[in-house]
């Protein structure tokens, strides 16, 4: 009898346990729940180096490098409002293996305990206080000191562009209005920058926006307009189905969320490269 239940209540365990996740498709970012498992596999080279900062602390910044033997396009990377997480690496080790020096500073550098940054912040909640504080100059600022180191690395070509995702995604469409040398922006559903700024974008924007992701995308008419009417390069696509953060959050939406990272990460490599070609 014990025997019996025994079996039972380890076939009705094993009835309720979530089913496996699928493997990885190598040839995309991992999700958050992979990001660590990928980083650790990596066979690029990755670090942390701390990049100067003038006034203020230095900005803790992971890069990774690519495995090729000619010169390669530098592109920054900016964080979530969840601060330099392991997601970000992983993202930054991806675009790596495409052929691309990624540069993925931390943004809240100096702003934790003891002027750490997002590592010595306690909880996740508290980073995203710490980076609703940074104003739109302070983040230009930032990246202004990432970007200047970025273009002296000796195996760079001297071309920059930047890829952001949500908080980090409207700095991505902002700084290129910030800085005329920008050869291009990738925004992953973040909002669209003030008119203002939009007037002196000269680089070509690309946008990643999921369908479900309303207080976003009613930002991106606007924008789209304004840009068509200056004769700017705005290229929106919007994925049904998809939610906000459906790079990290793969698993999600039914399957929309992995359908637009199938769909939105090629077309980003493909504009990477031809913006960063030297």
């Not at 803790?60 to 090729?68: F, H, L």
């Not at 909640?125 to 940074?134: E, F, G, N």
């Amino acid at each position: 009898m014990i025997s019996a239940v025994l079996l039972v209540s380890a076939v009705l365990a094993q009835a309720a346990a979530p089913a496996p996740a699928p493997p990885r498709d190598p040839s995309l970012p991992p999700s958050a729940e992979t990001a660590k498992a990928a980083l650790e596999s990596s066979p690029r080279h990755g670090e942390y180096v701390d990049v100067p900062y003038a006034g203020g602390p230095k900005l803790r910044t992971w890069i990774s490098y690519p495995e090729r033997r000619d010169k390669a396009g530098v592109v920054i990377v900016i964080q979530e409002v969840f601060g330099l997480t392991d997601w970000l690496r992983g993202v930054a080790d991806q675009l790596a293996k495409e052929g691309f020096i990624a540069v993925a500073p931390d943004m809240v550098s100096g702003y934790g305990p003891n002027g750490g940054g997002t590592d010595s912040v306690p909880s996740r909640d508290d980073v995203v206080a710490l980076v609703r504080k940074i104003t739109p100059d302070e983040a230009n600022k930032r990246l202004n000191a990432v970007r200047d180191w970025a273009v002296k690395i000796p195996a760079g070509n001297g071309r920059v562009a930047t890829v952001g995702f949500c908080w980090g995604g409207s700095i991505s469409f902002a700084y290129a209005g910030a800085w005329p040398g920008l050869a291009g922006a990738v925004v992953y559903y973040g909002t669209s920058p003030d008119p203002a700024v939009i007037d002196a974008i000269r680089a070509p924007v690309l946008g990643h926006y999921g369908g479900d992701d309303e207080r976003v995308d009613a930002t991106i008419p606007p924008a789209e307009a304004q840009m068509k009417k200056l004769g700017k390069s705005f290229e929106v696509h919007v994925y049904p189905g998809a939610g906000h953060g459906f790079l990290r959050d793969q698993s999600g939406r039914d399957g929309a969320n992995l359908k637009a990272t199938k769909e939105a990460w090629p077309r980003t490599v493909a504009f990477l490269k031809e913006k960063l070609a030297s």
